[in-house]
């Protein structure tokens, strides 16, 4: 049986049989949708029910191979392929849970900031008349899938506009009132850029309110300690320094320090 929407031309298919398809509008751009594809690292932080843990065997523009751990313990070998121009990739379970089972993902952009995407399910062993059952469970599935990664696609791009670089030097240092009124964390606009103000140990630590990796928002994100955790794919920073203690190769870099003088708070210019 055919998915029921049109195939690309030059899309082959897949060899296995069909058993369901989810399709959706979604507010977002291709790029933001690409890189959401190709972005393995957010499985088990954005889909935690979905995604227990990943481990990466090999990623790049073209897609990603890794072995996944579902929600319930199994694991299984998932490698996605991306074809950026026909707007498509498809997901092969390679190996363990699911094995043999594809989603071939396509969509198509109706407007600057809107897609519609197709997502066709094919799965191997399934007598005829339970294939509809289990399309419906993986589109489910894929409703929940897609409810958590629009926050995020939706959150990243709002950032992306609004980002201002740099802060201008001439920048005065910012009173940010009497510490006995303040209560942390405490977000704060200064020279273009919105930063928190945290009390961690009895100091004052300051960092932006983006993450650096890939600009996810942090004002609502509790520390552990001195620990800040992204929300969309773990790295961990300390916020005193603003050192990445998860290994990647980004730093919470703020613009400006606290400073208490007669009992009030200060922001200004770092360096
Ligand atoms: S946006 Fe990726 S770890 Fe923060
Ligand atoms: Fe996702």
């Known amino acids: 049986m ?8 030059s899309q082959p298919g897949s060899m296995v049989p069909h058993v369901g398809t989810y399709r959706r509008i979604l507010p977002v751009n291709a790029e933001r949708m690409f890189e959401n594809a190709v972005d393995w690292e957010h499985l088990p932080f954005q889909h935690a029910s979905s995604f227990s843990a990943i481990e990466c065997e090999d990623a790049g523009p073209w897609g990603w191979r890794a072995r996944v751990c579902n929600g319930v313990g199994k694991w299984s070998l998932i490698e996605l392929r991306l074809d950026r ?5 498809v997901t092969r379970n390679l190996e363990g849970a699911n094995s043999g089972a594809e989603i071939w993902t396509y969509f198509l952009e109706r407007g600057s900031n809107e897609i519609e995407i197709f997502v066709d399910f094919f799965v191997p062993g399934i007598d005829e008349p339970a294939r509809e059952k289990v399309g419906r469970a993986y589109a489910k599935l894929y409703e929940v899938l897609y409810d958590e990664d629009v926050a995020m696609m939706v959150g990243r791009q709002e950032a992306l506009d609004q980002r201002v670089e740099g802060v ?3 920048l005065e240092p910012l009173d940010l009132g009497s510490l006995a009124g303040l209560s942390f964390p405490l977000s704060v606009e200064f020279g273009g850029r919105s930063l928190i ?3 961690v140990d009895g100091a004052y630590s300051v960092y932006p309110d983006r993450c650096p990796h890939m600009l996810a928002p942090l004002a609502d994100v509790p520390l552990e300690g001195v620990v800040l955790r992204c929300p ?4 961990e920073f300390d916020v ?3 050192e990445c203690l998860t290994g990647q190769s980004c730093q919470l870099t703020s ?3 606290a400073r208490v003088a007669d009992g009030r708070l200060w922001l200004e210019r770092k360096g």
């Not at 055919?2 to 031309?9: A, I, K, R």
């Not at 121009?85 to 990739?89: A, H, K, L």
């Open 255 to 257: 613009p400006a320090a």
């Open 85 to 89: 121009r026909q707007r498509r990739w």
């Open 197 to 199: 103000v945290s009390k």
């Open 2 to 9: 055919m998915p029921d929407h049109e195939f690309m031309p």
């Open 240 to 242: 005193r320094t603003g």
């Open 168 to 170: 201008e030097r001439s």
């Open 232 to 235: 969309w794919h773990g790295y």
